[in-house]
T-cell receptor, first 114, second 114 residues
Framework: KAGVTQTPRYLIKTRGQQVTLSCSPISGHRSVSWYQQTPGQGLQFLFEYFSETQRNKGNFPGRFSGRQFSNSRSEMNVSTLELGDSALYLC?????????????FGPGTRLTVT | KNQVEQSPQSLIILEGKNCTLQCNYTVSPFSNLRWYKQDTGRGPVSLTIMTFSENTKSNGRYTATLDADTKQSSLHITASQLSDSASYICVVSAGVQGAQKLVFGQGTRLTINP
């Protein structure tokens, strides 16, 4: 069974631009969660989608948004990029939900904002 | 306040030696506890997931323990290998059904030297 895939793996953007990251979960998994990881803050939860609906949301500004498609693939969008958005963005899929079931993480997208 | 604290922050040991990483949590109500291994620039990989009733779980050379009374968990690595160099993250799932959240520790950075 293929694992979680994320594209692109690396991205360089300038301040003020917007970016869209993509995540394909493990086949059969309906829950997709997004995390931001920085050296100083560790892993921080952005949001979770389940069957195309946002189920949970972390404490991030509205510039961070996401969506999930009917095939469970998910996208995350960050608008008006700031230098502080430079981070590793991780996507994780789970069979039914991230809190009760095992999560499987993708390799991440390394975003650098200059 | 729900918190997960890991110690030490970083650890350096020689190849072949054993080590133990600690995780203390103040999370209620407890649902499960997970240990992840994360190689630099990669997504976390699950090592173990333990529920309230489990106090030991092994995955190869990795053995996790859980003391729900003292709210402590440890991850013991036996006969360390160079490939064990990574960050180890403790994650606790808390809350009641339908309103659960994951609380992440900051991780322990383990370096194995030859």
């Amino acid at each position: 069974k293929a694992g979680v895939t994320q594209t692109p793996r690396y991205l360089i953007k300038t301040r003020g631009q917007q970016v869209t990251l993509s995540c394909s979960p493990i086949s059969g998994h309906r829950s997709v969660s997004w995390y931001q990881q920085t050296p100083g803050q560790g892993l921080q939860f952005l949001f979770e989608y389940f069957s195309e609906t946002q189920r949970n949301k972390g404490n991030f500004p509205g510039r961070f948004s996401g969506r999930q498609f009917s095939n469970s693939r998910s996208e995350m969008n960050v608008s008006t990029l700031e230098l502080g958005d430079s981070a590793l963005y991780l996507c994780a899929s789970s069979f039914l939900g991230r809190t009760s079931y095992e999560q499987y993480f993708g390799p991440g997208t390394r975003l650098t904002v200059t | 306040k729900n918190q997960v604290e890991q110690s030490p922050q970083s650890l350096i040991i020689l190849e072949g030696k054993n080590c133990t990483l600690q995780c203390n949590y103040t999370v209620s109500p407890f649902s499960n506890l997970r240990w992840y291994k994360q190689d630099t620039g990669r997504g976390p990989v699950s090592l173990t997931i333990m529920t309230f009733s489990e106090n030991t779980k092994s995955n190869g050379r990795y053995t996790a323990t859980l003391d729900a009374d003292t709210k402590q968990s440890s991850l013991h690595i036996t006969a360390s290998q160079l490939s064990d160099s990574a960050s180890y993250i403790c994650v606790v799932s808390a809350g009641v059904q339908g309103a659960q959240k994951l609380v992440f520790g900051q991780g322990t950075r383990l370096t194995i030297n030859p």
